[in-house]
């Protein structure tokens, strides 16, 4: 491989480790804790070691390997049961890139007291609206993304954090589905954008926003994700020249598309009238 190539391939893959920040696509029911009532709960997580930004050690639950944990959002809510009061507290740090460099403690309340449920490496709910299930139980709605080597993967996904997956799956039920079920959520809509990466075909994707809308005499609830796609061939010598910093980077020009699911429940299923998920062809173009 040609040593620029390489070096700008290395830096890219380092730069993959960035840790993801609410990108805001969901409009967020996060809890908005005092400080006495969110060291109630990390009392529960680092016993010893809270402090006001979440805890100065790695909890003993997580995968370790990093200074401290970092606690971003808190969902209440009835995760656990209809009449349980539960909070979803989710964090980032002690967790590698696999598991999206973070993770989430479900804690329920027994009368004035707060205990640990369990803890779910790679659940990240960091921006997120809440739904009530038909069991009167509440799932999350949660948008993330992660980059590896320069490519941009921004997802819509559901997480029903009072359910153990993993418990409760059976061998038969993998083999029926081919793969096994886990507790960090299903994705249920991914757009991927490769913008940031080498070659000389780029595909630009991203979510401007996610809308909910109740379904009149049904509890169900409609989810649109609005999107823009595009792809367009770039010559190299533009993409070298914007990677080394010695040009502007191309911009590839998008079109709107609308997706449409439902949450039934149980459930997200897809609106069978959606467009299929394909980029468009579209252009480029070199900015001053």
Not at 15 to 36: G, M, N, T, Y
Not at 200 to 221: D, L
């Amino acid at each position: 491989m040609n040593p620029l190539k390489l070096s700008l391939f290395l830096a890219l893959a380092f730069a993959c480790f960035a840790q993801w920040e609410p990108e805001k696509w969901i409009p967020s029911d996060a809890a908005r804790l005092s400080p006495s009532a969110t060291e109630r709960l990390l009392v529960q997580i680092c016993p010893g070691h809270s402090n006001e930004s979440g805890c100065d050690v790695c909890p003993k639950d997580t995968s370790g390997g990093a200074e401290k944990w970092e606690i971003k959002t808190v969902f209440s809510g009835h995760f656990v049961s209809l009449s349980s009061e539960d909070a979803l507290v989710s964090g980032s740090g002690c967790e590698s890139h696999g598991d999206d460099f973070g993770g989430s403690f479900l804690l329920t309340k027994h009368g004035l007291s707060w205990h640990k449920v369990r803890y779910v490496a790679g659940l990240i709910a960091f921006d997120c609206h809440k739904l009530t299930g038909s069991d009167g139980r509440d799932r999350l709605i949660c948008g993330q993304s992660d980059t590896w080597f320069g490519d941009q993967v921004s997802s819509v996904c559901i997480h029903d954090p009072g359910v153990d997956l993993i418990k409760t799956d059976t061998l038969d039920a993998q083999f029926a589905r081919g793969h096994a079920l886990d507790n960090r959520g299903d994705c249920f809509f991914h757009v991927e954008d490769t913008t940031g990466g080498m070659g000389k075909s780029f595909q630009r994707g991203f979510i401007q926003r996610v809308e909910f809308a109740g379904i009149a005499s049904r509890r169900q609830t409609r989810i649109v994700v609005f999107v823009r796609l595009g792809r367009a061939n770039v010559p190299e010598e533009v993409v070298m020249n914007g990677a080394k910093g010695a040009g502007p980077n191309p911009n590839i020009a998008t079109l709107p598309r609308r997706y449409e699911f439902t949450f039934d429940g149980a459930k997200v299923l897809p609106a069978p009238n959606n467009p299929p998920l394909q980029f468009p062809v579209t252009s480029y173009s070199v900015g001053k």
